[in-house]
């Protein structure tokens, strides 16, 4: 910089004093856009986009459960991404996915776009892809048979939204990168999660149990961004708890808990002006964000203030009646309250996952659902049937009331910890990453003896409690969870499929197999084998990425034999890290327990899929990682996961066609709001229009609900959209298999919805037998809201 400044001088400075001054000026300007002199010790960038996938006709993914079908969008699902890199050195990203899980094929996949955008700047060392488990999102994006037999198959729409957005969201926070400081801050959050196998908890050591208050992790661990000129531009927290609010019988498409937590966190940024020029962050507007009803939105800036309500007003939206369908030239009129906002800086929230395996927000306890007594505790049945045990939200019997509560717990402490976030994150950025076959691992244990013995980990099994389910989601038949014997009937099924041999039956004991995944091949891999583990620093900041669910005890485990594996080298270069556990990260292998929970059998257990000693092996590991990490050195690796996008089959059948009623267009109302209606806060408003399959556009970063406010007397603006906890999409078929179908907008008022009037509009597409699909709208008819 001297010497650039220095040449400016010689070459300009010659011709008096205005000169001079403008050779200072000119320096001064150079100096304050290098990086390099910049106080803060990284580069950040944020970035997020829309990720909901088809709202009809597709399998959830979560429940295994083949009656639960998308109709609909509570709302929508995103991809949020951080980058952090040293203005001269490494770089990592973290991706948080409104997705139940990462899946192998994804990663591999936006990978591949990565390196023809970046070539190899971003790739499978640095880059993390993590799922929030939300049960609510379409299913039949990964490539192992097992995880999408509900769906059908493999479903490319559900695949490419994914990728598209995750690639998005990358390029978003790449080009946002810009100097800024990291802050993290740690605290307790208690009501947000309950242990719900804790007879399996139970089983582990008294003498590990009692260093323990809780039987689950009570801690969030949050990272603050503040850019250098902007003031905080987002935040990302870890905090286990399942994605298992909306229960197995919802059909609309929703984030559950944390997907609400992250939206009532931006929306709280966005009131409170965040981020900004020199922003200070305040509770200001917590309280009129969680009013009486507890529904925060997001809205248009443009919508005027409070308007008291008239006679005059009734009699204006009764003037408006139902605009009748019209066809529209595109989707982008569908942008509309997010193109009002693209030259903002966007904060960006995510809440993440972490081991959570035995945790559920059901924290009410589980009851008999024709009884009202509590379940059986070591196998969660009523009466022998494990399909009457349910676990109760807080806000029980009203599912949506119970996402909203856990995520609002959420929300108001990690703006707690956000806010009195003091410990400033330094240090080097790196990771470590490879593959391992965890078909075949072999693992140093303990022997009975007191010395060390080789095993080995088993090729993929599932036992019989798989099938049993848990209490957020029961499953079928007269299967149940602590099973360690099998039931003669379905063995016999079981060996239609593949009969497990003998070195596998041993290897996996005392799990009674149920399905022999790992051996299955046909028409291609059931079950993986390879799979990849990661580690990510960040100053004093370390994030264990690991592709599966663990337990608590198993996640307690893995942190601090990896805390002690860093801090032993007596360096002090990793003295005061955070260790936190990032879950269901880059591909997904189900579950992992500690050896004594895998005794018992029940869900999780069974669902280990690699046999008794997973964890040992993931511990082992990770240790070396660690180890790799303090010495500065490589990791090889000798495997790949394999692609398999071109093996895939997909037996979900397309569209066909979308037809209406003779003489009725798509967008006509079927069932409007009743004339001259007034509501009140609090109250819902309905409106069916006809329409056509969501699956023929998925209008991503768009909506197909809009409630719109009239401005003036003839100027309609947006107002919410199927992004805002307050309205809700709804779709339907009239029958199975018919063309004709129908979508329903419910509109909950909010508690702070300004009063004036208002009306309900409906975006679609519908496809015809023969040519292009075609772009509709229509509207309710007006109302006023008091």
Partial sequence: MMEASSCLRYRVCGSGSRMIWLCLFLVVVLQSCSPALSDSPYLVGMGSFDITGPAADVNMMGYANTEQIASGIHFRLKARAFIVAEPNGKRVVFVNLDACMASQLVTIKVLERLKARYGDLYNENNVAISGIHTHAGPGGYLQYVVYIVTSLGFVRQSFDVLVNGIE?????????????????????????????????????????????????????????????????????????????????????????????????????????GIPKQGAHVTNDGLESLHKISGLPRRVSSIIPEPNEITDDLVQLASSYEASGGRRLSGSSITKRIRSTQENKPKFVSAFCQSNCGDVSPNVLGTFCIDTGLPCDFNHSTCNGKNELCYGRGPGYPDEFESTRIIGNRQFLKAVDLFNSASEEIIGRVDYRHTYLDFSQLEVNVPSSTGGQQVVKTCPAAMGFAFAAGTTDGPGAFDFKQGDVKGNPFWRLVRNLLKTPGKEQVDCQAPKPILLDTGEMKEPYDWAPAILPIQIIRIGQLVILCVPGEFTTMAGRRLRDSVKKALTSDNSGEFNGIHVVLAGLTNTYSQYITTFEEYQIQRYEGASTLYGPHTLSGYIQEFQKLAAAMVANKEVPTNFQPPDMLDK?????????????????????????????????????????????????????????????????TENWVPAYDDDDWSLRFVWSRPAKLSPRSFATLEWTVPEDAPSGVYRLRHFGASKPLFGSIKHFTGTSRAFAVR
């Fill in 648 to 712: 895939q089959i997909g037996l979900l059948p397309g569209v066909m066609f979308d037809s209406t009623p003779p003489g009725v267009k798509f967008g006509d109302v079927s069932s409007d709001v009743p004339a001259s209606s007034t509501f009140r806060k609090g109250s819902v408003v309905n409106a069916t229009f006809y329409s056509a399959c969501p699956r023929n556009d998925l209008l991503t970063d768009g909506t197909f609900a809009l409630v719109e406010k009239l401005n003036g």
């Fill in 168 to 272: 998005q969201c990358i390029v978003e926070a790449h080009n946002n990168l810009r100097p800024g400081k990291i802050y993290v801050n740690k605290g307790d959050l208690l009501d947000a999660g309950v242990n719900r196998s804790p007879s399996a908890y139970l089983n582990n050591p008294a003498e590990e149990r009692s260093k323990y208050q809780y039987n689950v992790d009570k801690e969030m661990t949050l990272i603050k961004f503040v850019d250098d000129e902007l003031g905080p531009v987002g935040s990302f927290n870890w905090f286990a708890t399942h994605g298992t609010s909306m229960s197995r019988t919802n059909s609309l498409i929703s984030g559950d808990n944390k997907g609400a937590a992250a939206r009532f966190m931006e929306d709280w940024a966005e009131q409170n």
